[in-house]
């Protein structure tokens, strides 16, 4: 992949641009297996890197807004100033090449929205103007959510007026919008959005086909924004749960299950019982939308509710909205948590549990390897690296634990 902001100084976001993809690839399998190293053993299978397209892969866009209402420019403020000095000055990335097909037409339909609004950016310095971020999330079917991060609702009813030509410039672009919102981030903070969403148009979520689930997301939920790779995580995670020695696990347990990716994953793949823990409201209702869609919301269950906290008996009590807690402890427990990793108190616990099968989806390797220290237990039966992130140091890495 070449890049002319890249190559013009302009955006540093995708470090390792110009090296081959194959050597990027090479380079992130050997850096988690030599981070793993002391909790993998000889009998570990170590399955190829899954890749994807290493550009044209992106379906979120979050985009700072600068220069004018006239004249905005969609992209990040430009890295070549000295950021206690920057000016505000921006530079436009509708262009990047990171993007899925169809999202620059996205970016082009919000400036003419962002113009027909009269929306003054932000300017950082001087702390005027209305608009800070403009985020898009395009689906595998094309539809859009279009989000305009405001800093107060002055400039709200001059938006909503100008929904209704955005709706007609993205339908006549391919590209629907299933829901138009704006997020209000009054805060003088280097955020992306604020906690209040207001619906301008559409629905109240975007679906996310992934290998026929389709997965419903909110404005302000979690989704991985590599469609193709994270199709290949929940297909690789549904695989090795249900097949193999171990068999289908009779009950499966999904913490820091977001909008219920894996759980409706391992739902397809024939796991009976699938409860998932999501401290984020937000998502949990997503998910429970998804499962009555799916006509699964007897099998598939979710709650809000502290992951770290679910094998204790207060973290199994039921929410207000998933019924009855499960009973007793699953025979499958997969944990997705952040950058953080799942800490010393749910790794005890489950060293602890006597849960024998355990699947651990990390994008952090440091922290993935204290954890699986910390469960001496379980050892690593398969590892598989996902590139989630093409041009950058990142990866989402796949362990399979089973007790010993």
Not at 242 to 259: I, K, N, R, S
Not at 398 to 403: A, E, F, G, Q
């Amino acid at each position: 992949m070449q890049c002319p902001h890249f190559d013009a100084g302009e955006c540093r976001s995708c470090p390792l641009m110009g090296v081959p993809y194959a050597r990027q690839l090479a380079d992130k399998q050997a850096a988690v297996l030599a981070g793993l190293a002391d909790v993998l053993d000889a009998g570990t299978v170590v399955e190829e890197p899954f890749a994807g397209p290493e550009s044209g892969f992106r379906n979120k866009a979050k985009l700072v807004v600068t220069g004018t209402a006239q004249a905005p420019r969609l992209g990040i403020l430009d890295p070549r100033q000295h950021p206690r000095h920057h000016d505000g000055t921006g530079v436009d990335l509708r262009d990047c090449g990171l993007y899925l097909d169809g999202m620059e037409g996205v970016f082009h339909a919000c400036a003419a929205a962002i113009t027909a609004a009269g929306l003054e950016p932000y300017d950082v310095a001087a702390r005027t103007g209305e608009l800070k971020n403009v985020i898009v999330t395009l689906s595998p079917e094309r539809e859009a959510m279009v989000r305009f991060v405001l800093r107060s609702r002055e400039r709200l009813e001059a938006l909503r007026a100008a929904v209704p030509g955005l709706l007609a410039d993205l339908g006549a672009r391919g590209t629907p919008a299933a829901v138009v919102s704006a997020n209000l981030l009054p805060e003088h903070v280097a955020l992306p959005e604020g906690d209040e969403e207001i619906l301008l148009a559409g629905a109240e979520t975007l679906t996310m086909r992934l290998n026929g689930v389709g997965l419903r997301l909110r404005p302000q939920g979690f989704f991985q924004t590599n469609t193709a790779v994270t199709e290949g995580l929940y297909a690789t995670a549904a695989r090795w749960l249900t097949e193999g020695d171990g068999g289908v696990p009779a009950a499966a347990w999904d913490l820091y299950c977001g909008v219920g990716g894996f759980a409706f994953h391992l739902a397809a793949a024939g796991v009976p019982e699938v409860w998932g823990l999501e401290t984020t409201a937000e998502a949990v209702a997503a998910a429970q939308e998804t499962a009555r869609e799916l006509g699964a919301a007897d099998r598939v269950r979710f709650a809000a509710g502290d992951a770290t906290r679910a094998l204790s008996p207060e973290g199994q009590e039921p929410s207000a909205d998933d019924g009855d807690a499960p009973a007793g402890l699953p025979e499958a427990v997969v944990v997705n948590p952040p950058r953080r990793g799942i800490g010393a108190d749910l790794s005890a616990a489950l060293e602890a549990s006597g849960i024998p099968t355990v699947l651990y989806s990390s994008c952090n390797p440091r922290t993935l390897a204290q954890d699986l220290a910390r469960m001496p237990s379980y050892r690593a039966e398969r590892v598989r690296v996902f590139d989630m992130f093409p041009q950058t140091a990142h990866t989402e890495t796949l362990v399979l634990l089973r007790r010993r």
